[in-house]
């Protein structure tokens, strides 16, 4: 993603070090924020014991969050477009935790110690 803010705010702007200001807070959060959502995600994929939903929640939940807060946040801070600046983190969040559940569920799933939702 940082790569992403990167090249959108250097082109935009011609302005190097604005753009590096940007992927660096840009990176940070990926990182920070990433990191929960995935662990969300597998939170999903291996507390729930029907393998549908689990996948559907592991998927659909972590994914709604981060799209919410992303357009939130740059609904907030005034950027001309949120909602272009929020297509990229769904055209990313979605297909990540999919497969992150879909991976979490497959190998480390014991069912027996699985909380019930």
Sequence with gaps: MAVI???INYYAAHELIGAITAALKQGIYTAIFGGII???SGYFATGIKNR???LA???IIPSV???SLTF???SLKGTPEPVGSTIPTAIFVIP???IWGYMR???NLNLSEVNSF
């Design 105 to 107: 569920r497959k190998h």
């Design 96 to 98: 990540s935790t999919a």
């Design 65 to 67: 969050i981060a799209i």
């Design 5 to 7: 803010v990167f090249g």
């Design 72 to 74: 939130c946040v740059h």
């Design 52 to 54: 549908f939903t689990a």
């Design 38 to 40: 995935m662990r969300l």
């Design 57 to 59: 929640a592991a998927m």
